[in-house]
């Protein structure tokens, strides 16, 4: 069984690899690793001490339980009825690819200007800065982008400074007069959603809304994963910031 898996997971990796055209695309590498690591120890099976397996097996048990429960909740939030007349639309930036619109962000992008036509009183906030191999901010391409779709520059709000989920949610609510309050939809893919609405009630925001772009198939399963591992380590990362804090004071 698990060297299924490892042959599993070997493949989805290849079909990443063939998909994006390189093979270091984000996260991937972990199904490479991962399916290395299910043959190996199937191979070597036999030499395991009993003690490790029932160690492992417990702790494979308590993984994946934890993972189908953030699944379960994911799939309950995506199933929310989409809001209509929202105050402010985040839309989180992505990957932009020197100036060009990455397939992730365009998706998100569709459906912000979708969203902005059906709801003409709803602004938009553009967030995202500029990272590695981008020659400008993700605001800055979102902003264009729309624009140029036909959304006037006076609904946009460009908040261009973030380089995390988190820094997106907590400099958005900065750009606008009592924003915590307001009526405020997020604009991501659906993989990414759960932790975006998670992170924005973390820093503040009282009256959320998903408004969901669809994700590339292929790549859905390989994000989807990233997220329930980022979510599960957020309490950890709580913990270890709140430590930071109190021994730098």
Request: charged letters at 25%; a positive charge; hydrophobic letters at 45%.
């Amino acid at each position: 069984m698990l060297q299924t898996a490892g042959v599993l997971f070997l493949l989805y990796y290849a079909v990443i690899c063939v998909y994006v055209r390189r093979w270091n695309a984000t996260f991937s590498r972990v199904w490479l690793f991962s399916g290395i690591v299910l043959i190996f120890a199937e191979v070597c099976r036999s030499q395991i001490p009993e003690t490790i397996k029932i160690i492992s097996a417990a702790a494979g048990t308590v993984f994946c339980a934890a993972v189908f429960f953030i699944f379960i909740r994911m799939v309950f939030l995506l199933r929310k009825p989409e809001e209509k007349r929202l105050d402010y639309l985040i839309v989180l930036g992505a990957k932009v690819d020197g100036r060009r619109i990455t397939i992730s962000l365009r998706l998100r992008l569709e459906k912000a200007f979708r969203y902005l036509q059906e709801n003409p009183d709803t602004k938009a906030i553009v967030s995202g800065g500029k990272g590695k191999g981008e020659d400008i901010s993700e605001a800055e391409a979102m902003a264009s982008y729309l624009e140029e779709a036909g959304i006037l520059k006076s609904r946009i709000v460009r908040e261009g400074k973030s380089t995390s989920t988190e820094e997106n949610m907590k400099y958005s609510i900065e750009e606008v007069p009592d924003s915590k309050k307001k009526r405020t939809g997020v604009v991501t893919n659906s993989f990414h959603m759960y932790r975006a609405v998670m992170l924005g009630k973390y820093v503040g925001y009282e009256n959320l809304y998903p408004v969901t772009a669809k994700s590339e198939p292929v790549l859905f399963l390989n994000y989807l994963l990233r997220e329930i591992l980022a979510v599960l380590v957020f309490p950890l990362r709580r913990i270890w910031k709140a430590g930071k804090m109190s021994i730098d004071k």
